[in-house]
């Protein structure tokens, strides 16, 4: 599945390719090591991989020291189109690592700016950088200075309206 996160989960926790591949999946399938940039592997699902691969990144055996170094020096031509990007995963991570509002602010994204605190539902915070944030306000999400005590218990009453009409329904995601 495209939405297994055991192997992903291997990378967040400081493994190598070693571990990515001796890890299984939620199928019980070996994970795949890709080449994410320059010294920055991931561990993804067999699945993952091929989407992986259709974006460039390379994935399973095709990550030799050879193709590191190229990624290295493609890296180096292509941070200039990261920049500013919304594929800028820098600020997830802190959310991903049980970050808080002072955590999220106080972290830069690629481009050394500081990272935007997003209330997503009540009482879940979300990291993310300012294009991601402007992505998230489109979608009625409240970022940055918008996010004020009176906002989130806005958002923990609209959340108990919500849960009401999602109790029950295959969309329940509490447990």
């Known amino acids: 599945s495209p939405y297994d996160v055991s192997c992903i989960i291997t990378t967040l926790t400081g493994g190598d390719e070693g571990a990515c591949t001796s890890t299984e999946d939620q199928d019980g399938e070996a994970c795949v090591w ?9 561990c993804v699902t ?24 190229e990624a290295e020096e493609d890296d180096k031509e292509e941070d200039d189109d990261i920049a500013g990007s919304p594929y800028d995963v820098s ?24 990272c935007v605190w997003c ?3 009540a009482g879940q915070g979300l990291c993310v950088t300012e294009q991601q944030s402007e992505i998230a306000q489109q979608a009625g999400i409240q970022c940055g200075s918008s996010t004020t005590e009176g906002d989130e218990e806005e958002a923990e009453e609209d959340d108990k309206e919500e849960d009401d009409d999602i109790a029950g329904s295959p969309y329940d995601v509490s447990c």
């Open 34 to 42: 890709c080449l994410a940039s320059a010294g920055q592997g991931l």
């Open 46 to 69: 067999e699945q993952q991989s091929e989407i992986a691969q259709q974006a460039g990144i390379q994935c399973g055996s095709s990550t030799t020291e050879g193709d590191e170094e």
């Open 91 to 114: 600020c997830i991570i802190t959310t991903l690592t049980g970050g808080d509002e002072g955590a999220c602010t106080s972290t830069e994204d690629q481009d050394g700016e500081a």
């Open 119 to 121: 209330l997503a539902s």
